[in-house]
Structures are given as structure tokens and as C-alpha cells.
């Protein structure tokens, strides 16, 4: 029997196996874009409608009925504190990730020059989460893989 034949095919397998061996290097971390991957955009109607309601009970008074924020979101009032920007993808909410939007919501922004109160206690994580599903529902599909793209980037430094 002639070898030459199985000699591709011995190529071929080590072209394939030596570059997945690397994968284990770093204390048998996944690559990066596998674990540290954004959260896919939530399409779940019930997840969706929670999030709207509980939307709708907490947060339009301050940021409207379609998360457009207050007109002069950008600039301190008399108080010096800053009112609510939009939640609608036209703002600064979508450069946050998502364990600072979640952040935000439970702690307020009363430490970061804002009016918002705390919300930990009052709304649950779940609450919390289809809030943020809702919002971001509004937000263009450029908006939100701008903000997935921010986020995988905030997962991966985080995971250093």
C-alpha cells in the first residue's frame, strides 16, 4: 500500500485539532466571543409585555411613554442634578452595558448627579431584566449591535 494518499487527510486533521487544542490555554477559559457574548436581543412577547408594564408603573412618570427622556436631559436643572434621558436608543443608555444598566436601575442615580431613585427592594432582578428587555426593544437594530458590541467588550475586560 501506497502512504501518500492518507497524508492529506493527516494534514488536514492537524490543521483542524492543533488550533482547538489551544482553546484550553488560560486556565480552560472558552474563547472570548463564546462566554463573554452580549445577551441576544429579547423577542419573548411575555418577557416584553412584563417589561412594558412594569415599564409603565415605574418608569414613563419620569421618562415618558415612549422612554423619550426629558427634552433637556443633557444639562443640569436649577437643582443641579441632571433629569431623565431617553431609553429609547436616541441617548447615552444604549453606551452602558448591561450589568451597568442593571446597576443603575437598582442603585439609582442619585450618586451620579441624578434624580433616579433605587429601585433594589421594589422591583426584583427578573423586574429588572424585562425592564431592560423593554427598553431596549425600542431601540434600532444599528442601536442595539452598536450596544451588544459595547457590551461584549465590558464582559471580556471583566473577565480579565
Known amino acids: 500500500m501506497n502512504p501518500q494518499p492518507r497524508r492529506p487527510w493527516r494534514a488536514v486533521l492537524l490543521l483542524v485539532v492543533l488550533p482547538l487544542a489551544g482553546c484550553s490555554e488560560g486556565g480552560g477559559k472558552p474563547p472570548p466571543g463564546v462566554v463573554n457574548a452580549a445577551p441576544a436581543r429579547v423577542t419573548d412577547a411575555g418577557q416584553l409585555a412584563r417589561g412594558a408594564k412594569i415599564y409603565k408603573a415605574n418608569c414613563e412618570v419620569c421618562h415618558g411613554g415612549q422612554a423619550q427622556g426629558a427634552t433637556n436631559w443633557q444639562k443640569p ?3 443641579g442634578k441632571y433629569p431623565p434621558p431617553p ?11 448591561y450589568i451597568q444598566l442593571k446597576q443603575i ?15 433594589k427592594g421594589r422591583l426584583s432582578e427578573a423586574d429588572t431584566e424585562a425592564v431592560i428587555a423593554h427598553f431596549q426593544s425600542l431601540w434600532p437594530e444599528e442601536i442595539y449591535r452598536a450596544w451588544q458590541d459595547i457590551d461584549r467588550r465590558a464582559r471580556m475586560e471583566a473577565a480579565k
Not at 87 to 97: N, R, V
Not at 106 to 115: F, I, S, V, W
Request: hydrophobic share 35%; proline share 10%; net charge negative.
Open 87 to 97: 431609553l429609547d436608543g436616541s441617548a447615552h443608555a444604549w453606551h452602558h452595558p
Open 105 to 119: 436601575i437598582q442603585e439609582g442615580t442619585l450618586k451620579l448627579g441624578g434624580n433616579m431613585p433605587a429601585w
Open 77 to 79: 436643572g436649577p437643582d
